[in-house]
């Protein structure tokens, strides 16, 4: 299957970070959480570092997976919230994405089990061993939880775009469309989101990225030409309707932006030679 199945493997590498990256990201405004922010701004900068190891091929999948967790671990004490009851609204919504966030790693991978390729990379697995194991229970939970205090605050964007994601990851894709159709219309210039946007609609209809995804993928393009998730996606519309020169300048490009030794720009480079033996073969490539 050449549909998504390049997709599946670049976002498996990067499913743990959809849930605390884009809160980390974006820096809150409430006063009374200076030092929590600063603690949380520690560990964004150690969640970047840590995934430029992994581009740039300096981690092994389970030597950042192993790392990431831990790092998780950590941002999980210091935002759980009966820990730290005062600033429960808005960063509530933190702590929801966050806790979350731990337990990516150990549900294996709810979402690219269906989309192909799972065992490509090796993040979708859970540590041996590790702890804070979440139920399926629980994280319906926290996902309601957040849900309720956006009921209550609805131009949270940042809030938006944590329960899009949260949706995803627990199967509810229409509902995430719908979280991410808001969160868009707060956050006009974000190619990141308007990617994983994309992604989901895309899902819903049945893998098919023609119509509304692919408008969102040209848009994450127009603001970041090099948004991975854009490429690998506007690659794989061109590569559906039969227009391998368009799929091969979308996946080329983004193949200049993997490290050249990392798994994903080894099943990139595969599916480049599919797109090059097809165009010789027809299609619309001239």
């Given at each position: 299957?050449i549909?998504?199945?390049?997709?599946?493997?670049?976002?498996?590498?990067?499913?743990?970070?959809?849930i605390v990256w884009p809160?980390?990201?974006?820096?809150g405004?409430d006063a009374?959480?200076a030092r929590?922010a600063?603690?949380?701004a520690?560990?964004r900068?150690q969640?970047t570092e840590?995934n430029?190891?992994?581009r740039?091929g300096?981690?092994?999948t389970?030597?950042?997976?192993?790392?990431k967790?831990?790092i998780?671990r950590r941002?999980?004490d210091?935002?759980r919230?009966?820990?730290?009851?005062?600033?429960t609204?808005?960063?509530?919504?933190?702590?929801?994405?966050?806790?979350?966030?731990?337990?990516i790693?150990?549900?294996?991978?709810?979402?690219?089990?269906?989309?192909?390729?799972?065992?490509?990379?090796g993040?979708e697995?859970?540590v041996?061993?590790a702890?804070?194991?979440?139920?399926s229970q629980?994280?319906?939970a926290m996902?309601?939880k957040?849900?309720?205090?956006l009921?209550?605050n609805?131009?949270?964007?940042n809030?938006w775009?944590?329960?899009?994601?949260s949706y995803?990851?627990t199967?509810?894709?229409?509902?995430?469309?719908r979280?991410y159709a808001?969160a868009?219309e707060l956050?006009?210039?974000?190619?990141?989101?308007?990617?994983?946007?994309?992604?989901?609609?895309?899902t819903?209809?049945g893998?098919?990225?023609?119509?509304?995804?692919?408008?969102?993928?040209n848009r994450a393009?127009?603001i970041?030409?090099?948004?991975?998730?854009?490429?690998?996606?506007?690659?794989?519309?061109?590569?559906?309707?039969?227009?391998?020169?368009?799929a091969?300048?979308?996946?080329?490009?983004l193949?200049?932006?993997?490290?050249p030794?990392s798994?994903?720009?080894r099943?990139l480079?595969?599916?480049i030679?599919?797109a090059?033996?097809?165009s010789?073969?027809?299609g619309?490539?001239?």
């Open positions: 299957m549909v998504f199945v390049i997709i599946a493997v670049a976002m498996t590498a990067a499913a743990v970070l959809w809160l980390l990201r974006r820096s405004g009374g959480i929590s600063s603690n949380l520690v560990y900068d969640l840590l430029g190891d992994l740039n300096t981690l092994s389970q030597q950042y997976e192993q790392a967790l831990e998780e941002l999980l210091e935002v919230p009966e820990q730290t009851p005062a600033p609204v808005p960063h509530g919504a933190r702590r929801a994405a966050t806790l979350l966030g731990v337990a790693p150990v549900c294996a991978a709810l979402i690219y089990w269906q989309l192909g390729s799972p065992e490509s990379i993040l697995r859970p041996a061993g702890k804070h194991e979440l139920t629980q994280l319906e996902v309601e957040l849900a309720a205090r009921a209550k609805p131009d949270d964007a809030g775009a944590m329960l899009a994601r995803y990851v199967r509810r894709f229409a509902e995430s469309t979280a808001r868009v956050i006009t210039d974000d190619a990141d989101l308007l990617a994983d946007y994309a992604d989901v609609l895309a819903t209809q893998s098919s990225l023609e119509g509304k995804p692919l408008e969102l993928v393009l127009k970041d030409p090099n948004q991975w998730k854009a490429l690998a996606l506007a690659g794989t519309a061109a590569f559906d309707r039969k227009d391998y020169k368009e091969l300048a979308h996946w080329e490009k193949k200049t932006i993997l490290p030794d798994d994903f720009a099943s480079a595969s599916n030679d599919e090059r033996t097809l010789g073969a027809g619309i490539a001239k």
